[in-house]
C-alpha cells in the first residue's frame, strides 16, 4: 500500500489548543511514547560507564547520561520532524505529526530543539571540561543527521555516529580520558546503528524512493541483507577485542552469545524483506544492546 497521501498544508487554519494537548503534541514530537530509540541510545552508553569504571559508576554521572540520552534524543525526534516538515505532510505514515498537522509551528519545533540542548548542556556542565568540550561536537552531530538523507545514500552511518558520541564522552566523564577501548566501542556502536537503522529504512524503501529520501537500504539492495550480516559480524569483532583489552569474562561473552543469537533471529525475520517482519527485526535490537549491558554488569560483579 502506497504511503503518499495529500494533506492540507501545515499553514491551514488548525483549532487552538489547550495546553493539555499542546503537552501531548510535544511529547509526540519527542516520542516519548515511543521509547526503542532511548533504549537505543541507552544500552551502549551505559556500557560505555560501566568499563570506564570497571563496574557501577559514579551516581551522578549516572544520572547526567541517562537524562542526557532522554533529552538528546527528544532533540533528534524534534529536529528530524523540522527537517522533514515539507515532505511529512504529504506522506501517510507521517501526515499527523504534529508539526506536519500545523499544531506545533516549526519556530515552535525549533525553540523546543534549542530548549532541550539546553537542558542536556546545562546536565553536561556538572561534568569535567574534557565532558564538557565533546558535548559541543554532540550538539552538532545530532543538528545536522536528519538532514543527510537528502545528500547522501548513508544516513545511518551518520545517525551511528551521533548515537555512538556518547561513548567518548562517557568515559571522559568518568574516567577523564578516552581510552582506546572507548574508540572502540564507538566503532562498534556506529556499525550497530548501521545495521538496526537499515532494517529500519527496509520497511519504507519504495516510498523512500518515490519521495526522493536516500538510506543505505536503497543503497545496498538485492545485497541489503548479505552486507547487513557483514556488519553485525564487525560488531562482534569489535566486542570481542573490548572484551579482552577490558579483560572482561565469562558472563561478558556469555551476554555476546545471546547478543549473536538475536542477531541470527533478526537475520531470519528481515529474509523476505517483508516490512512487519523488517520493523521486528528493527525493534528486537532493544533486546541485542540489552544483554550485552547485563553482560557486561554481572561480569563485573
Known amino acids: 500500500m502506497s504511503k503518499t497521501h495529500r494533506t492540507p498544508s501545515p499553514t491551514s487554519a488548525i483549532p487552538q489548543l489547550s495546553r493539555r494537548e499542546k503537552l501531548g503534541q510535544y511529547i509526540l514530537l519527542t516520542r516519548l511514547n515511543r521509547p526503542i530509540g532511548i533504549f ?32 538528546m534524543r527528544s532533540a533528534g525526534c524534534v529536529i528530524n520532524d523540522y527537517a522533514d516538515r515539507k515532505i511529512d505532510p504529504h506522506v501517510k505514515r507521517t501526515a499527523d505529526r504534529p508539526i506536519a498537522t500545523g499544531k506545533v509551528t516549526p519556530h515552535e519545533a525549533i525553540v523546543f530543539f534549542a530548549m532541550l540542548c539546553l537542558l542536556a548542556f546545562i546536565l553536561v556542565l556538572m561534568m569535567n571540561r574534557l565532558t564538557i568540550y565533546l558535548s559541543f561536537g ?36 568518568q574516567s577523564n580520558t578516552v581510552p582506546v577501548d572507548a574508540w572502540v566501542l564507538f566503532l562498534a556502536t556506529v556499525l550497530w546503528a548501521t545495521a538496526y537503522d537499515t532494517m529500519y529504512a527496509m520497511v519504507d524503501r519504495d516510498d523512500d524512493i518515490k519521495i526522493g529520501v536516500k538510506s543505505t537500504a536503497i543503497l545496498f539492495g538485492d545485497l541489503d541483507r ?30 555476546l552469545a545471546l547478543a549473536a543469537a538475536l542477531a541470527g533471529y533478526q537475520q531470519f525475520l528481515i529474509r523476505k524483506r517483508e516490512r512487519d517482519d523488517c520493523l521486528k527485526a528493527f525493534l528486537n535490537n532493544h533486546w541485542f544492546g540489552f544483554v550485552i549491558f547485563i553482560g557486561v554488569v554481572v561480569d563485573f560483579l
Open 40 to 71: 537505543l541510545l541507552l544500552w551502549p552508553t551505559l556500557v560505555a560507564l560501566w568499563i570506564a569504571a570497571k563496574g557501577l559508576p559514579d551516581l551522578d554521572v549516572l544520572f547526567v547520561f541517562v537524562m542526557g540520552v532522554v533529552l
Open 226 to 255: 548479505v552486507i547487513i550480516a557483514i556488519i553485525q559480524a564487525m560488531i562482534f569483532v569489535a566486542m570481542i577485542i573490548l572484551g579482552q583489552s577490558s579483560e572482561l569474562g565469562f558472563f561478558y561473552y556469555s551476554g
Open 138 to 173: 554532540g550538539v552538532v552531530l545530532a543538528a545536522i543527521y536528519p538532514f543527510m538523507k537528502r545528500y547522501t545514500y548513508l544516513p545511518q552511518v551518520f545517525l551511528g555516529v551521533a548515537f555512538a558520541w556518547a561513548i567518548p564522552m562517557a568515559f571522559a566523564a
